[in-house]
């Protein structure tokens, strides 16, 4: 078996896997001899000194001076140890592997580090152990994590057939439950989120008390569009697994429902109780993001820093404060930022980003050159499986063909993908390509069930402009600025233009007001007419984020009927 290139696995730790309490978490069985490491050599025979026979008066009397010796070295070891010495000794510190494995059966982020010491551990096992479907599953699922965190989407394949592997050796069905969750994650980090609901609710109508059928499950409605079966599962899932993880889905849940300050408290509440400095940066990581979706830059700048100084090398946090930073007008940092991110996680959406900074700063041969590394490793990533339609529809939108983002994300659509993300940009796209009627719909699903976003506003905002809809246009473009003033390099002008235009007002432009006309002399009131005075018209959409009331949208066309083409 191959181990992974970019940091080889450490050596086989003495910390092998102990057996679990949990009956679904993938682990080795356990033999005299340890997996991967060297049994210890058996100790010498002695050879006995040629030496007369002893008779039985002898040996009675060599035994009990032999007790009483004994009795009396115990008694003195006893007293002059002293209290603090008595207690047990500390157990000792997991290694690598143990740490992985605990992570992972806890449902929290490993190191890469450990990660790479479990899967050079049970690569070891499995190439002496082929028939021990268990630590497949473990192997296939480790692949899965190391190819989404380093962006090795070559891993996606290897994951594939060590999960298949594994059920080879023991189908699903008779208990290998543990792989078809593996196939899940799997499906997920490809962007296939049919595939993965669908081994998923298989996990789940088995085993419903699983808790590792959650998380995939919450990641694969969540790609769909189905925003209220992923809070049933959030909380089928901290009914069941409690602790870091599952308040770290609940804050996500809140965020997509638009609840901010609630997602902030139940993430800072997280963040509190993480145990290792993994599940710590990532709580801190997911702070930023949250302060950034709320258009506190230096906020997110701090929680950020906070993530980077528990995991200098995060990549996540590393492109995040750039895009903080670039919202400060701290742009030398902020590609300093992006190159280091990239020199980790050579992310296309980190290269959309960074290209967007170069060419805000008028720099077109470096915004160019990403772009050009975007395509490039979009390309690549479709050869293994991956499905990139949204991040290519939204580049080509914007810089590229936008009849070809149009037919990619329409397919997208067609696939069951209805998820917020995926209506913004089909919206935009059509927009871009001059339909902005067959826009509007998609565009207000997508403010409607996006959280409260910047972007998704801004984009409602224009599409709308586009219509004469200038009123409403009006609301979300102010709704925007208001949200994050700087949500894009580019997009963020953009949208404070338009609103200039309009006679909008937004953070930190407010509209001129003009002086009160010369008071008139009183003229005769009219009489009042019978008839009822007009009600006014409808309000169109739904009211922008922290208002209240209830309004009906309007009725979206057939084609966004989910599972309709």
């Given at each position: 078996?191959?181990v992974m290139?970019q940091q080889?696995?450490e050596?086989?730790?003495?910390?092998h896997?102990p057996?679990?309490s949990?009956?679904?978490?993938?682990c080795?069985?356990?033999?005299?001899?340890l997996?991967?490491s060297?049994p210890?050599p058996?100790?010498?025979?002695?050879t006995?000194a040629?030496?007369?026979?002893?008779s039985?008066?002898?040996t009675?009397?060599?035994?009990a001076?032999?007790?009483?010796?004994?009795a009396v070295?115990?008694?003195?070891?006893?007293v002059?140890v002293?209290?603090?010495e008595?207690?047990?000794a500390?157990?000792?510190?997991p290694g690598?592997v143990m740490?992985?494995?605990?992570?992972?059966?806890a449902g929290?982020?490993?190191?890469?580090?450990?990660?790479?010491?479990?899967?050079g551990d049970?690569?070891?096992?499995v190439?002496?152990h082929?028939?021990?479907?268990?630590?497949?599953?473990?192997?296939?699922?480790a692949y899965?994590e190391w190819g989404?965190r380093s962006?090795?989407v070559?891993y996606?394949g290897r994951a594939e057939?060590?999960?298949?592997?594994?059920l080879?050796v023991?189908?699903?069905?008779?208990?290998n439950?543990?792989a078809?969750?593996?196939l899940?994650?799997l499906?997920n980090?490809?962007?296939?989120?049919?595939?993965a609901k669908k081994?998923g609710e298989?996990?789940?109508?088995?085993?419903?008390?699983d808790?590792?059928?959650?998380?995939v499950l919450?990641?694969?409605?969540n790609?769909?569009?189905q925003y209220?079966?992923?809070?049933r599962?959030?909380?089928k899932?901290t009914?069941?697994?409690?602790?870091v993880?599952?308040?770290s889905w609940?804050?996500?849940?809140?965020?997509?429902?638009?609840?901010r300050?609630?997602?902030?408290?139940?993430?800072?509440?997280?963040?509190?109780?993480?145990?290792?400095p993994?599940?710590?940066?990532?709580?801190?990581?997911?702070?930023?993001?949250l302060?950034w979706?709320?258009?506190?830059?230096e906020?997110?700048v701090?929680?950020y820093?906070?993530?980077?100084r528990t995991d200098?090398?995060?990549?996540?946090?590393?492109a995040?404060r750039?895009?903080?930073l670039?919202?400060?007008?701290?742009t030398h940092?902020?590609?300093r930022d992006?190159?280091?991110a990239?020199s980790r996680?050579p992310?296309p959406a980190?290269m959309?980003?960074?290209g967007?900074?170069?060419e805000s700063?008028g720099?077109?041969d470096?915004s160019?050159?990403?772009?050009?590394?975007?395509?490039?490793?979009?390309?690549?990533?479709s050869?293994?499986?991956?499905d990139?339609?949204?991040?290519?529809?939204r580049f080509e939108?914007?810089?590229g063909?936008a009849?070809r983002a149009?037919e990619?994300?329409?397919?997208e659509?067609?696939?069951q993908?209805h998820?917020?993300a995926v209506a913004?940009?089909l919206g935009?796209a059509l927009?871009?390509s001059?339909d902005?009627?067959?826009?509007?719909?998609?565009?207000?699903q997508?403010?409607?069930?996006g959280g409260g976003?910047?972007l998704?506003a801004y984009?409602?905002?224009m599409?709308?402009?586009?219509?004469g809809?200038?009123?409403?246009a009006?609301?979300?473009l102010e709704?925007?600025?208001?949200?994050?003033?700087?949500?894009?390099?580019?997009?963020?002008?953009?949208a404070q233009?338009a609103?200039?235009?309009?006679?909008?007002?937004?953070?930190?432009?407010?509209?001129?007001?003009p002086?009160?006309?010369?008071?008139m002399p009183?003229?005769?009131?009219?009489?009042q007419?019978?008839e009822?005075?007009e009600a006014?018209?409808?309000q169109?959409g739904n009211?922008a984020?922290g208002?209240t009331g209830?309004?009906i949208a309007?009725?979206?066309?057939?084609s966004?009927?989910p599972?309709?083409s």
């Amino acid at each position: 078996m191959d181990v992974m290139p970019q940091q080889p696995p450490e050596s086989p730790q003495s910390d092998h896997t102990p057996p679990s309490s949990d009956p679904y978490v993938a682990c080795p069985p356990q033999t005299s001899s340890l997996p991967g490491s060297e049994p210890p050599p058996a100790p010498a025979p002695a050879t006995p000194a040629e030496l007369p026979p002893v008779s039985l008066h002898t040996t009675l009397r060599r035994a009990a001076v032999g007790a009483v010796a004994a009795a009396v070295l115990v008694t003195g070891a006893v007293v002059s140890v002293p209290d603090e010495e008595k207690e047990a000794a500390p157990p000792p510190v997991p290694g690598p592997v143990m740490r992985a494995l605990t992570a992972t059966n806890a449902g929290a982020p490993a190191s890469l580090a450990d990660l790479t010491a479990l899967i050079g551990d049970r690569q070891s096992w499995v190439g002496t152990h082929p028939s021990d479907a268990r630590s497949w599953a473990v192997l296939g699922s480790a692949y899965v994590e190391w190819g989404r965190r380093s962006a090795d989407v070559a891993y996606y394949g290897r994951a594939e057939q060590a999960l298949r592997r594994s059920l080879d050796v023991q189908p699903g069905d008779r208990g290998n439950t543990a792989a078809w969750v593996g196939l899940a994650a799997l499906a997920n980090a490809r962007h296939d989120f049919v595939t993965a609901k669908k081994w998923g609710e298989t996990v789940r109508a088995r085993r419903p008390k699983d808790w590792t059928a959650y998380p995939v499950l919450i990641d694969a409605y969540n790609g769909l569009g189905q925003y209220a079966a992923a809070g049933r599962a959030v909380e089928k899932l901290t009914a069941l697994r409690s602790g870091v993880p599952a308040l770290s889905w609940t804050a996500q849940m809140y965020r997509n429902a638009g609840r901010r300050e609630d997602a902030r408290a139940v993430a800072q509440d997280a963040a509190n109780r993480a145990a290792t400095p993994a599940e710590k940066t990532d709580c801190l990581f997911r702070l930023g993001e949250l302060a950034w979706e709320r258009g506190e830059s230096e906020e997110a700048v701090a929680q950020y820093g906070a993530a980077l100084r528990t995991d200098r090398a995060h990549p996540p946090s590393l492109a995040g404060r750039a895009r903080a930073l670039a919202a400060l007008g701290r742009t030398h940092e902020a590609q300093r930022d992006y190159r280091a991110a990239l020199s980790r996680l050579p992310s296309p959406a980190y290269m959309l980003e960074l290209g967007e900074l170069y060419e805000s700063l008028g720099l077109g041969d470096e915004s160019r050159g990403q772009y050009t590394k975007l395509r490039r490793t979009l390309t690549q990533e479709s050869g293994h499986g991956v499905d990139e339609s949204l991040l290519l529809g939204r580049f080509e939108a914007d810089h590229g063909d936008a009849s070809r983002a149009v037919e990619l994300l329409r397919a997208e659509w067609d696939r069951q993908h209805h998820s917020a993300a995926v209506a913004d940009a089909l919206g935009w796209a059509l927009y871009r390509s001059g339909d902005s009627q067959s826009a509007l719909a998609y565009a207000q699903q997508a403010a409607d069930t996006g959280g409260g976003t910047a972007l998704y506003a801004y984009h409602l905002g224009m599409i709308e402009r586009g219509l004469g809809n200038l009123g409403p246009a009006r609301r979300h473009l102010e709704e925007a600025l208001r949200t994050n003033p700087h949500f894009s390099p580019l997009d963020a002008p953009s949208a404070q233009k338009a609103l200039d235009q309009l006679g909008g007002t937004s953070a930190g432009h407010p509209q001129e007001v003009p002086p009160a006309p010369e008071p008139m002399p009183p003229a005769e009131p009219p009489q009042q007419s019978p008839e009822p005075s007009e009600a006014p018209p409808a309000q169109q959409g739904n009211l922008a984020a922290g208002t209240t009331g209830t309004t009906i949208a309007p009725a979206p066309p057939a084609s966004l009927a989910p599972g309709s083409s």
